[in-house]
């Protein structure tokens, strides 16, 4: 399997630390507001890692925070005039409701940065002992960045060129530090915000510490991966390596993933523009399998545009696999239960060539684009051989071969049949009539057919009741 890595800027070929075990870290949203679908992105691409690492049969450990304490989050508190942990707390479910409805699996561990300040205050304290951190007068910490020789590693930048751009920040009032380089690691309390008590000062922590704690903790000191979408390339993860290795003295993340952005129209998000949109925004226009899908249409590593039109083509696409196992389904409700032919064994095995074609591009750096064209082909195929009666061992062996091959990528293909209140109201209706007409088979049938479809039914004095079970 190669992953591109951010950090030799070549694909490699994937060696874990542990045989058998993958541990993997994805910087999580900020959460302030719904999530736009451009947070989507990093999700649904690393959840497709995950998968088809796991279909691998790799034990995928994987980490992926919620940022619950910072200045947007601080801002909306302030405007509603709630906790700032009412404000994360709302947007964590909401965000977690997203996650569900785009088939995006729950990580193994979902870190709070809250609640995690112990390891965060002892990161840097450490970081002080070893010389690779210092307290301002104010209880400002900052990072000595100079002190850790390989900074710049992961963004191939040089320290004399960020020099010579970060210059005027000496000007605008940050001439505490000791060097325009050096970031914050923990700061000052302003009046009204969240705080902690720490040796330097009441305050919080700075965004990059979180990661670099939460990773330690749950990961271990050296991980397998790191990943997020390609803006935290620098300074984000730049400055997380530099804390974790000066802290750990190890090797932080052996590989470093990074997805490109997502735009709309060909123009970057912007709230102001009014090319913005979040999931849920979305969901109320379409199924978010199609979100998915169009997600994955692409590459992780090229820029994505989302349109209409390109919406309507993920549509369509999704909906020719759909299809075909609807048909799967069809058919093989009148198929014939003897063994699989010597004809369909021959089919049998030019279909799994598409499985190999699906594994042979996932293995190449996750290019989900080439992926999901394998599954078109394996769909194609299923259209065009299963005319003219065929075993149901043959027609179910083709539909477990699209439904693998879909989950790997998180693509729900098979519909469940949602009913609609209207459509139980009259089926109740219909078992009423039966049992008045004493046919009580046909009236248990329709409480079975129901319960089958996960509706419960109770018989109340004030007459019949529905429920979801
Ligand atoms: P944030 O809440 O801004 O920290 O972002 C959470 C994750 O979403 C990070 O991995 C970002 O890199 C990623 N992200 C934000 N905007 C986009 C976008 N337009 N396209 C792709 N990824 C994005
Ligand atoms: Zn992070």
């Not at 960045?145 to 605008?172: A, I, W």
Request: with cysteine; charged share 30%.
């Amino acid at each position: 399997m190669k992953i591109y890595n951010t950090l030799s800027g070549r694909k490699e070929e994937f060696v874990p630390i542990e045989e058998g075990k993958v541990s993997m870290y994805v910087c999580g949203p900020t959460v302030y507001n719904l999530i736009h679908i451009g947070n989507a992105r990093p999700m649904l691409v690393f959840d497709t890692v995950r998968r088809y690492m796991e279909y691998k049969g790799y034990d995928v450990n994987f980490v992926s925070n919620f940022t619950d304490v910072d200045d947007k989050i601080i801002k909306k508190a302030l405007e509603e005039g709630v906790d700032a942990s009412v404000i994360s707390e709302r947007y964590i479910a909401e965000c977690k409701k997203d996650m569900e409805g785009m088939n995006v699996k729950p990580a193994t561990t979902h870190p709070l940065a809250t609640q995690e300040i112990g390891g965060m205050l002892e990161m840097i304290g450490s970081l002080i002992e070893k010389g690779h951190a210092y307290a301002a007068a104010d209880g400002t910490v900052y990072f000595r960045t100079r002190s850790f020789r390989e900074y710049g590693k992961l963004s191939h930048k040089n320290l004399d060129d960020l020099q010579g751009g970060n210059r005027s920040l000496l000007v605008s009032g940050e001439n505490q530090k000791e060097d325009p380089l050096d970031f914050v690691l923990w700061k000052p309390k302003k009046e009204g915000e969240p705080y902690w008590e720490s040796p330097w000062c009441d305050g919080r922590p700075g965004w990059h510490i979180e990661c670099s704690v939460m990773s330690r903790k749950y990961l271990g000191e050296e991980i397998d991966i790191h990943a997020g979408g390609e803006d935290l390339v620098f300074p984000h993860h730049e400055n997380e390596i530099a804390q974790s290795e000066a802290a750990n003295g190890k090797t932080f993340a052996h590989y470093w993933m990074h997805n490109a952005f997502l735009n709309i129209d060909n123009h970057k998000m912007s709230k102001s523009a009014g090319n913005f949109f979040t999931v849920r925004d979305i969901s109320e226009k379409y199924d978010l399998q199609v979100l998915r899908f169009f997600m994955l249409s692409a590459h992780y590593r090229s820029p994505l545009n989302f349109s209409a039109e390109l919406m309507q083509a993920a549509q369509n696409g999704y909906d020719r696999i759909v299809t075909a196992v609807e048909n799967l389904d069809y058919l093989m409700k009148s198929a014939g239960e003897e063994a699989e032919s010597a004809a369909e064994k021959e089919l049998e095995e030019q279909a799994e060539t598409f499985v190999a074609k699906f594994e042979e591009a996932m293995e190449d750096d996750f290019n989900t684009a080439d992926a999901l064209a394998a599954i078109f082909e394996l769909v194609k195929f299923v259209n065009t051989n299963t005319e003219g009666g065929h075993t149901r061992a043959y027609l179910q062996m083709l539909k477990d071969k699209i439904t693998m091959l879909a989950d790997i990528c998180g693509l729900i293909v098979e519909k469940k049949e949602e009913l609609l209140p209207e459509d139980i109201e009259a089926l109740i209706e219909e078992r009423q009539s039966a049992r008045k007409a004493k046919n009580f088979a046909r009236a248990d049938e329709i409480r079975n057919e129901l319960l089958e479809k996960g509706i419960v039914l109770e018989d109340t004095r004030e007459g019949v009741k529905w429920k979801r079970a």
